[in-house]
Nanobody, 120 residues
Framework: QVQLVESGGGLVQAGGSLRLSCAAS????????MAWYRQAPGKQRELVGA???????NYADSVKGRFTISRDNAKNTVYLQMNSLKPEDTAVYYCNAEYIDSDYVVRRVWGQGTLVTVSS
């Protein structure tokens, strides 16, 4: 079994910053892409941004210039640095990873989510 464990969520005032972390553990051969999604109350889950194993990134238009994704392949960990936070960034943030397991099967896994609340 492979698990993703997120951390770093919390309450912050508008204009503030938070850094989320997501660590993968288990029977992993390698991790391909890692991504952050978010789901606000009453809304569908949406992609925030993603990063390939080689470090290429893409972001939702709503977070470009404010959020930065990075990863540490040696630690199987992905980060989301969130700056200039807005109340509309309030959501549960989920980590997602596409990985190759020890049997060389490609799989996807989700984290349990971490709540980010931005007060105005």
């Amino acid at each position: 079994q492979v698990q993703l464990v997120e951390s770093g969520g919390g309450l912050v005032q508008a204009g503030g910053s938070l850094r989320l972390s997501c660590a993968a553990s288990g029977r992993i051969f390698s991790i391909n892409s890692m991504a952050w999604y978010r789901q606000a109350p009453g809304k569908q889950r949406e992609l925030v941004g993603a990063i390939t194993r080689g470090g290429s990134t893409n972001y939702a238009d709503s977070v470009k210039g404010r959020f930065t994704i990075s990863r540490d392949n040696a630690k199987n960990t992905v980060y989301l640095q969130m700056n200039s936070l807005k109340p509309e960034d309030t959501a549960v943030y989920y980590c997602n990873a596409e990985y190759i397991d020890s049997d060389y099967v490609v799989r996807r896994v989700w984290g349990q989510g971490t709540l980010v609340t931005v007060s105005s």
